[in-house]
């Protein structure tokens, strides 16, 4: 059975960080692109951050310089450290993990940013 499990999600202030975790069970991790998607409401969901086996990564540009995705292979994880949050940063974040036709999500973590 696959699992995608998100944590680290929260509420943070306006310049603060926080680093979110997908532990990943099922897949054969090292070859699966692991992407983070974000959605607030009345908005559809969007592609934030991805990286793939090889280790290449890409970023909407809204959050490049302040947002960094990483995997670790030997633990099934992939994260995404967030730094300098935004309001607009606010939304449920959601691990992906695609290979060829197959491809999963997790439950989704809650980020908010506000003061």
Do not use: H
């Not at 054969?28 to 959605?39: D, K, S």
């Not at 990286?51 to 959050?63: A, E, F, L, P, Q």
């Not at 960094?68 to 959601?94: F, G, H, W």
């Amino acid at each position: 059975q696959v699992q995608l499990v998100e944590s680290g999600g929260g509420l943070v202030q306006p310049g603060g960080s926080l680093r979110l975790s997908c532990a990943a069970s099922g897949i054969i991790f090292p070859i699966y692109t692991m992407g983070w998607y974000r959605q607030s409401p009345g908005k559809q969901r969007e592609l934030v951050a991805v990286i793939r086996s090889s280790g290449s990564s890409d970023y909407i540009d809204s959050v490049k310089g302040r947002f960094t995705i990483s995997r670790d292979n030997a633990k099934n994880a992939v994260y995404l450290q967030m730094n300098n949050l935004k309001p607009e940063d606010t939304a449920v974040y959601y691990c992906n993990g695609v290979f060829a036709s197959q491809s999963y999500w997790g439950q989704g973590t809650q980020v908010t940013v506000s003061s």
